[in-house]
């Protein structure tokens, strides 16, 4: 191509060549163009996701200490964690409008604005003082406001990806994005305990985490200048939102293979989060101590985003959604069949960190790809409103799913070998349930789920007008040159 020097760095031109008889949305010769400032975009959202995560497990590691400084009892501790949840839920719908239908812009810098007054209301709430009373009450408010936040990031991935991205980095953009959230959990959990190993060092943690907030919320409000880039970078991108949210979701709850994925991967996310929050419970009346389950945890995570960013890049090649999804759900439930044994097993530290590896690996490289697989199979409804439903879902199966389990447990006379304390709870039958459970389901996706692409079916039919049209098309014209009306011949440039 003898001008392709000329071709600026700072963009990547598409062209998109059409049949002799276009769609009538379409120009003839359309571009499609990839800016660089995607990655900045992408940017801001990890960082508000990791910083997102980091508030919302910060007292966990270090529940004591925060016990003992805010002179609350460890309940009231578990309550700063556990407000995300129970805002998420109802809050949910009202993000997946957001996204929809103001934008992704409008959608995260209020997102970033909510995390930083949270991150900030936190520490103002910790200032020592002896006529302070009111202590715990704004550390909570704090928290509520981190938790106002979270679905308004949790639910950008597939929108950013979508509106910024080519089909061949749709999934590896989710990818990074969703996988900036358990690395932030991971974080929280390996700060909190080095940074508070005292009760008096909580408002110096709270100040760590705050001060990024303040910055990332910078960011997203002088960076962030728009919700899309000027010229979509694919097809469907330019249909994005095409259809209202009442009607999206209408579309959503009659369409059998979305309904078979919403209630499979919800399972799938609801046995991921009993995993993560009872994981130490679990283990210890075998006798793991607390920093074993901490390192469980941390392989778990791990493992998860290498396995993510293996699975991405994998994906975006190869556009095979489907099969990565359940195969990858098979060894999820291999591995969680394989946890409820062995942790059930004392003196196996080696097996049990193989399987929380192993675990993670296949179980975190699901989250970012059957996010995508929701997008297609149930397009022309917006990212944000299909992406969200299955995180709702999975949501309200955690919370079903960590109460039965609680209730599934019994008190143990003896058990000599517990380092859980006071209490010490059989978790056999809590595991084998959670294993059926997630058996269950994924032999019935297995099974049941089967669907088109609709999404790339319809870049595609944008593109080239229809399949047969497009062996045609491109016999007659070469894909570097095409035949403008007044039969002079444009080129067109490709990186």
């Given amino acids: 191509m003898d001008n392709s020097g000329e071709v600026s760095n700072d963009i990547r031109t598409v062209y998109a060549a059409v049949s002799r008889e276009p769609n009538s949305d379409l120009k003839n010769g359309q571009l499609f163009k990839l800016y660089k400032r995607r990655w900045f975009v992408l940017l801001v959202l990890c960082l508000l996701n990791c910083s997102n995560a980091t508030i919302w497990l910060t007292f966990a590691p270090v529940a004591n200490q925060s016990a003992q400084y805010l002179k609350v009892t460890l309940d009231e501790i578990n309550w700063l964690s556990l407000v995300y949840m129970v805002v998420a839920i109802p809050l949910s719908f009202a993000t997946t409008w957001m996204l929809d239908t103001l934008g992704l812009r409008i959608t995260l810098i209020l997102g970033a604005w909510l995390n930083m007054l949270g991150a900030v209301l936190r520490f103002l709430g910790t200032l020592p003082g002896e006529s302070f009373k009111i202590q715990y009450p704004i550390v909570m408010l704090g928290q509520t406001l981190g938790a106002l936040a979270q679905p308004l990031i949790v639910f950008a991935p597939t929108k950013l990806a979508a509106l910024w991205f080519p089909d061949h980095q749709r999934a590896t953009a989710n990818m990074i994005a969703s996988m900036a959230n358990p690395l932030g959990i991971l974080l929280a959990n390996i700060i909190s305990p080095v940074m508070a190993e005292t009760s008096a060092q909580i408002p110096k943690l709270l100040l ?125 439930a291999v591995a969680c069949i394989a946890f409820s044994v062995v942790s059930l097993m004392p003196q196996q530290k080696v097996a049990v960190a193989a399987v929380c590896s192993f675990f ?136």
């Fill in 208 to 332: 760590a985490y705050a001060i990024p907030t303040c910055i990332i919320c910078v960011l997203a409000t002088v960076g962030i200048r728009s919700s899309a880039p000027p010229t979509p970078p694919s097809a469907s991108a330019e249909t994005s939102n095409s259809e209202p949210f009442v009607q999206g979701i209408k579309l959503l709850l009659t369409n059998r293979a979305y309904l078979v994925l919403l209630l499979c991967f919800g399972s799938g996310i609801a046995v991921f989060t009993c995993f993560s929050t009872l994981l130490d419970q679990i283990l210890c009346v075998k006798g793991y101590t607390n920093d074993f389950a901490g390192l469980c945890g941390a392989l778990f995570i791990v493992f998860g985003i290498i396995g993510a960013g293996i699975l991405g890049l994998y994906v975006d090649k190869t556009k095979k959604f489907m099969e990565a999804t359940k195969i990858n759900m098979s060894f999820c």
């Fill in 360 to 495: 993670g690996f296949f179980g975190f490289s699901i989250y970012p790809v059957a996010m995508e697989l929701s997008v297609e199979c149930s397009y022309p409804v917006g990212e944000a409103t299909s992406a969200g439903l299955v995180f709702v879902s999975g949501q309200v199966q955690s919370v079903v799913y960590i109460v039965l389990l609680q209730a599934l447990t019994t008190r143990l006379a003896d058990s000599p070998l517990s380092t859980c304390g006071e209490a010490a709870l059989s978790w056999k039958v809590p595991m084998m349930v959670m294993a059926g459970l997630c058996t269950l389901f994924t032999c019935c996706f297995l099974v049941f789920f089967n669907t088109r692409y609709r999404r790339l079916e319809a870049e595609e039919q944008a593109t080239y007008g229809t399949r047969e049209s497009q062996h045609l098309y491109r016999n007659e014209h070469p894909p570097w040159r095409h035949k403008a009306a007044d039969n002079t011949e444009e080129t067109c440039h490709y990186e």
